[in-house]
Structure formats: structure tokens, C-alpha cells
């Protein structure tokens, strides 16, 4: 008998199954924007593969059964009116199915086999299994039935273009179970004691402790939060190829990477309740961090690439890191961070100024993390002021850090930096009125309607009053009623599903978020955090949103997004328990 499901449900349409670990999912979403009419094992070892559909069938005919498909985190069903199939995670490589009244065909997803891609299937004489091995993933997908019988073959062993897989019905009993392995090479027999029930059943504890752990204050009142964790807990794959620890993707969709700005926020919402997990994900990109200081564009399973940067939020990301963190951190984890912050803090100062010039620049948006603002379309290579604000937040965590390490020298040095940066940032780009960009190469300074202009207020109280005060003013006007707009809604280069040229994004709300309320803006700020939340429990966790309807858009399950929620979900609470803590007192 399976286990009751227990979790919050949640489409497979939206947001893929999986487990903490796993490196493939189930799910109809095989590449970018494509959904399958049946689900999926789509692995993202060396990428994002679709390697086997999985299609339930009526047991009398053969013909596709037509099913619905329910979800919860230790439970997939599908559900026909003559029966149904389960699906639980037994290990984060190794998945078993049950079914009654239906049969199941599980099939190659690529019908073509080159020399040098698509699947090849056979039978495994040794292990008494059915196997698919993936030129893509260069993995195996191994198929042991348990009970039950295998009704149909086709492909094994066939070159070329073919129908590859196998059909598994039940006996007399009525009912089947298969095992489906991702593995290397070779391992035993496949075996296990552990009836079905049980390994939903610890699926679900496996979840039930994380989200105990990184979220013990949900309530009514954060609805999203349980679905959240789950989403952050389903995309955590474990070291494999160059991913050196456990990671969680920004997705186990097509976004199936760590990108250098993106893992902080997952690191924070992590760090109270995970906060080995949380030190991880801060990690991981330094551990790609180059001659020059530089941390790496993105990480992922098989590949690193270093064509471009990211910004560098990771001072800022330190500091609250720091804070939120349930014990303080190890001397050793200290001089850590420290020499990685200055490596990558100095390569801003070198490789990315010009000759005599103060504040540093980009060369690209994709160096910003806003790839297609406005801001970059005077000049893709600039000096922005969103830039400037980072890195004198960087380099007051460093110049604290060095303080507090014994390196007085260090911290004086640090400091100064950051006050000469600042200072160049409002001689050179505030016009009294607003922020600017100009090309690095030298230039006038242009204005844009991009939200980007609008990020020093990052810098809290460092600004002056009246700077903070005009930017409050102008995120005023960025803000709809599901959140910040990262193009003016007025603007005539404004485009609802236009990337960073309109739709609402996590880490800036974020980053504003907390700036404001370092700047004395708290009603503002509460203003934010509110729509976006409220923004999150109706439309979930997509990439990014339509400013002006709040529909999903793009990847629909990312973490930065779900992780975001949980940090403004967590402080939300946090505050109301103060309040009402100072009431009582008073």
C-alpha cells in the first residue's frame, strides 16, 4: 500500500520532480520551453538531456492510457480511471515505479544513434536488466523488473534510427514494479529490501526536515513556504564532474547551472537552518576563481565558463551571511573568505579599470547580471553606477574583515578605497537628480529607465541623505502592484516578457529591499517585500514575472526566486515578533 502523499502538491508543468541529490528529475520539460506530452528522466549531467519517456498505457489495448499526473515531494502518481502508476526516489540516482490496471512503456527519447549521440539499449545478460546508455549524459539508465512481466521489446541492440524500449505489464496479481538507476558504468545487481511504502515514506521525512530546518517560522500567513523549500531542496544535486560540493542549481529546468551572483541568494536562505548547505553555495563559484581573482560565469556538471563576470555582491552577501548564520565561523573559514574576497575584489580594480580612472566598468551586461538593461545600450562596455555601489560594500566588508583578522594596514587601505570610490561615483555619474552611465572608453554620460541606474541604494546611510532620498522617490515609480519593474513601465523601450527590460526579478528586489531599509526607507521597503511575496504565493517561482499582470515567465522553477521568498517571508516574521515583543515590554 503507498503512503498517503504528504508535502505541498505542485505541476510537474511548473516545477520538475526530483529529490535532495539527484542529478535527473521527472518532468514534461525537455529543453528550453519545450514540454513533452509525457514525462520524462531528464538528466542535466553534461547538460539538460531528455534520456527516457515514460508513458502509461492501457492494458488491454496498448494504446496511451489517458492519465492525470499529481505531485507531492515523495510522491509521483499517475492516475487513469482503470488504474495507476507511482513513482518514488529510493536514492538520488535510483527511482522505483509500481503500477496497477496500467501498463508502462518506457522508451529512448532519441529514436536516432550516431557514433557520437543518442542512445543505444540492450539487454544486460550479467545483471538480468534492460539498459539505455546516453551519449549525452554519458551515463547509463539501467531497468530492473521486480515483479510484473515485460510484455514488449524493440531496439535492442539496433543501430541507427529505432523505437528503443521496453513495455512492463502486471501478472495475475494485476500489479508490477520496476527499479530505473542512473549510473557509470557497472555495479551489482540492483537489490533492495525496502518495500515501496517506505521509501515514500522517507522521502517525505527527508523533506519534511529540510523545510523543518529552513523554515520553522512558516505559517497561514506564509503559504508559499513549504513549496519553496521544496523547490530549493529539489534542485540540490551532490558533487559530481566540476560541481565540488553539494550545489543547488537555479534550476532542475533548462537553467540547470550555479551562475556567480545567483547562488548567494540561496546561500542565505539556507544559512539559519543548512548552514554547512549555505556555506557551500557562497563557496562553490570560489572554487573556479581564476589567476586574475576572477570568479567564473557560471559552474555546472561539465563545464565552467569564464566569457563573462558577475557582479560582485559577494562583500554584501558575506555580511549577511555572517548574521544570519546560527553559529559564527571558524577562524579557518575566515582567512578563507577573506583571501577570496580580496582576490576577487582586486580583479575589479585591475582588470576592469582603465588607465586612470577611478570607478570600474563592465563589458558587457551579462557582466552585470542584467544582460539586456538599457543601461548598456549607449555602450555595452560602461561605467554604471550599480558597479561603484557593490564594490564599496565589498570593500567595507573586507576592510571589517581585516580589522577583525589583524590586519589593521589592510582594513585602512580598504576603507579609503571604498570612500574614493563613492566619491567618484556622485562627482562622476549623479547629476543631481539621478544616476548615469557613460561608455568606458570615455564619453558623455547617458540617463536610462532601467532599474539598474536606480541599485546604489544598496548603499544604505553611506549615501547622503538627499541622494537616498531621490532614489526612494524614483524606485516609487518602478514599483506596480506585484513589485519592481526593471524597466520604467512608461518607458518606450518597456517589454513585459523582455528579460531585464521590464519583468520583475528576485535579486533585485532583494538588494533593494535591504537597501532601503539601511537608508530609512522602511515603509518602502515593507511596500516591496509585501507585493513580491504576495507576487510569489500567486505565481509561484518563476525566473522572472510580467511586471504589469504578474504572470510566471520563462524557467518556472528557480531557486533564486524561492530562496528570495524565504529570506523576505523569514524577516517579515521576524519583525512582526519584535513589534509585538517591544508592545509587550512597553
Known amino acids: 500500500m503507498t503512503a498517503a502523499p504528504s508535502g505541498p502538491a505542485f505541476s510537474v508543468h511548473d516545477i520538475p520532480f526530483s529529490t535532495h541529490g539527484s542529478w535527473f528529475d521527472i518532468s514534461p520539460v525537455v529543453a528550453e520551453n519545450t514540454y513533452a506530452e509525457d514525462l520524462h528522466l531528464v538528466s542535466h549531467q553534461n547538460g539538460m538531456h531528455a534520456v527516457l519517456s515514460l508513458i502509461p498505457l492501457d492494458r488491454a489495448t496498448g494504446d496511451r492510457a489517458e492519465t492525470r499526473v499529481e505531485a507531492t515531494p515523495g510522491l509521483l502518481s499517475w492516475t487513469g480511471t482503470d488504474g495507476r502508476i507511482d513513482l518514488a526516489y529510493e536514492s538520488p540516482d535510483t527511482v522505483r515505479l509500481q503500477g496497477t490496471g496500467l501498463s508502462l512503456r518506457i522508451s529512448a527519447a532519441a529514436r536516432a544513434l550516431t557514433p557520437f549521440s543518442g542512445t543505444y539499449f540492450f539487454h544486460d545478460a550479467a545483471a538480468d536488466a534492460h539498459v539505455f546508455t546516453s551519449y549525452e549524459t554519458g551515463r547509463r539508465y539501467r531497468v530492473t523488473v521486480l515483479s510484473g512481466t515485460v510484455t514488449d521489446t524493440s531496439g535492442s541492440q539496433a543501430l541507427g534510427s529505432a523505437d528503443r524500449g521496453l513495455t512492463v505489464a502486471a501478472e495475475a496479481d494485476g500489479s508490477w514494479e520496476i527499479a530505473v538507476e542512473e549510473l557509470d558504468t557497472s555495479r551489482p545487481p540492483y537489490a533492495s529490501a525496502a518495500a515501496f511504502a517506505k521509501l515514500v515514506e522517507e522521502g517525505q521525512n527527508s523533506f519534511a526536515d529540510f ?63 543548512r548552514p554547512e548547505l549555505a556555506w ?72 576592469r579599470r582603465a588607465p586612470s580612472a577611478v570607478l570600474p566598468h563592465y563589458q558587457h551586461g551579462n557582466d552585470s547580471g542584467w544582460d539586456n538593461a538599457t543601461t548598456f545600450d549607449p555602450a555595452r562596455v560602461a561605467v554604471t553606477a550599480d558597479l561603484a555601489a557593490v564594490l564599496i560594500l565589498q570593500l567595507d566588508e573586507l576592510a571589517r574583515l581585516a580589522a577583525e583578522l589583524g590586519f589593521p594596514d589592510d582594513a585602512r587601505r580598504r576603507t579609503e578605497t571604498a570612500d574614493a570610490l563613492q566619491a567618484a561615483l556622485l562627482d562622476e555619474l549623479w547629476d543631481g537628480e539621478r544616476f548615469l552611465s557613460r561608455p568606458a572608453h570615455g564619453g558623455a554620460p547617458a540617463p536610462s529607465a532601467s532599474l539598474l541606474d536606480l541599485m546604489p541604494i544598496v548603499l544604505g546611510d553611506r549615501l547622503p541623505p538627499k541622494v537616498r532620498d531621490r532614489l526612494a522617490e524614483q524606485l516609487e515609480g518602478h514599483l506596480t502592484a506585484f513589485g519592481l519593474a526593471t524597466e520604467h513601465p512608461g518607458s518606450p523601450h518597456y517589454e513585459p516578457d523582455g528579460y531585464w527590460r521590464g519583468p520583475i526579478w528576485a535579486p533585485a528586489t532583494i538588494l533593494i529591499e535591504d537597501g532601503l531599509r539601511r537608508a530609512g526607507h522602511e515603509r518602502l521597503a515593507d511596500e516591496i517585500s509585501a507585493r513580491f511575496r504576495a507576487l510569489c504565493e500567486t505565481s509561484g517561482f518563476a525566473e522572472n514575472f510580467d511586471a504589469l499582470t504578474g504572470e510566471g515567465l520563462r524557467d518556472r522553477a528557480y531557486t533564486w526566486t524561492a530562496s528570495s521568498y524565504l529570506l523576505l517571508a523569514r524577516d517579515h516574521q521576524r519583525r512582526g515578533a519584535d513589534a509585538k515583543t517591544a508592545a509587550a515590554v512597553v
Request: include cysteine; proline fraction near 8%.
Open 211 to 273: 523545510v523543518d530546518a529552513v523554515a520553522p517560522w512558516r505559517s497561514s500567513a506564509t503559504q508559499a513556504a513549504e513549496l519553496a523549500a521544496y523547490v530549493v531542496w529539489s534542485a540540490t544535486v551532490r558533487p559530481a564532474g566540476l560541481v565540488t560540493r553539494p550545489a543547488v542549481l537555479m534550476s532542475k529546468h533548462w537553467m540547470d547551472k550555479v551562475w556567480s551572483w545567483d547562488h548567494c541568494f540561496n546561500a542565505l536562505a539556507l544559512a539559519p537552518g
Open 280 to 351: 557551500d553555495q557562497y563557496q562553490l563559484p570560489f572554487d573556479h576563481q581564476d589567476e586574475t581573482g576572477a570568479l567564473p560565469d557560471s559552474v555546472t556538471h561539465s563545464e565552467v565558463l569564464y566569457n563573462f563576470v558577475k557582479p560582485p555582491i559577494h562583500g554584501w552577501a558575506f555580511g549577511h551571511l555572517r548574521r544570519r548564520l546560527p553559529e559564527p565561523l571558524a577562524p579557518a573559514q575566515l582567512h578563507e573568505a577573506y583571501d577570496r574576497l580580496t582576490r576577487w575584489t582586486d580583479f575589479w580594480l585591475t582588470a
